[in-house]
T-cell receptor, first 115, second 110 residues
Framework: SAVISQKPSRDICQRGTSLTIQCQVD?????MFWYRQQPGQSLTLIAT?????????ESGFVIDKFPISRPNLTFSTLTVSNMSPEDSSIYLC????????????FGPGTRLTVL | QKEVEQNSGPLSVPEGAIASLNCTYS??????FFWYRQYSGKSPELIMS??SNGDKEDGRFTAQLNKASQYVSLLIRDSQPSDSATYLC??????????WGAGTKLIIKP
């Protein structure tokens, strides 16, 4: 497996502001994903972070609200823009380590509270 | 639309007993199947992956796959209080994506 870190681990933000979450892996990975998990719910895929190009967003998620960057094979950021209380959630990055498998490994998550 | 179904529970099992967690999926072409454990306030952790029909054992955990019935299960033998968590079933959905079940909350009673 790999060591996956996320920063910040938690934050409390005011509505209307933006927060950028970082995901760092200690080795090059094939795929990186961003998920949202609301309290008591399962995982919802926000987007696939593509290295050097625009992310691929799932239905219901748009680039203006959740801009994503992936400048290299070990790092990605997710920004939650113009936040509202409905954005309060845990945000998780996951990675696929090798091209021959679709096994995903998760970072520790970022717990976001929007007031 | 590809779906993965799990009973949300909670499933309550006495300590030392066998916990049986079940999952069904809709896409008959799925090739990869996973069980993740998620403790409250933590991120999901991979327990088992299975790709072929039959059983796969790893310590106290056994994953069972039946592609004809589109059914995958996880057995936990000699259940311990530390096994209390939410168990997420995930199925390969193509393009390295996983389709996630809602999770089953397991409670092991001492």
């Amino acid at each position: 497996s790999a060591v996956i870190s996320q920063k910040p681990s938690r934050d409390i933000c005011q509505r209307g502001t933006s927060l950028t979450i970082q995901c760092q892996v200690d080795s090059q990975v094939t795929m990186m994903f961003w998920y949202r998990q609301q309290p008591g719910q399962s995982l919802t895929l926000i987007a696939t972070a593509n290295q050097g190009s625009e992310a691929t967003y799932e239905s219901g998620f748009v680039i203006d609200k959740f801009p994503i960057s992936r400048p290299n094979l070990t790092f990605s950021t997710l920004t939650v823009s113009n936040m509202s209380p409905e954005d309060s959630s845990i945000y998780l990055c996951s990675v696929v380590l090798a091209i021959v498998t679709d096994t995903q490994y998760f970072g520790p998550g970022t717990r976001l509270t929007v007031l | 639309q590809k779906e993965v179904e799990q009973n949300s529970g909670p499933l309550s099992v006495p300590e030392g007993a066998i916990a049986s967690l079940n999952c069904t999926y809709s896409d008959r072409g799925s090739q990869s199947f996973f069980w993740y454990r998620q403790y409250s306030g933590k991120s999901p952790e991979l327990i088992m992956s299975i790709y072929s029909n039959g059983d796969k054992e790893d310590g106290r955990f056994t994953a069972q796959l039946n592609k004809a019935s589109q059914y995958v299960s996880l057995l936990i033998r000699d259940s311990q209080p530390s096994d209390s968590a939410t168990y997420l079933c995930a199925v390969g959905g193509g393009n390295y994506q996983l389709i996630w079940g809602a999770g089953t909350k397991l409670i092991i009673k001492p």
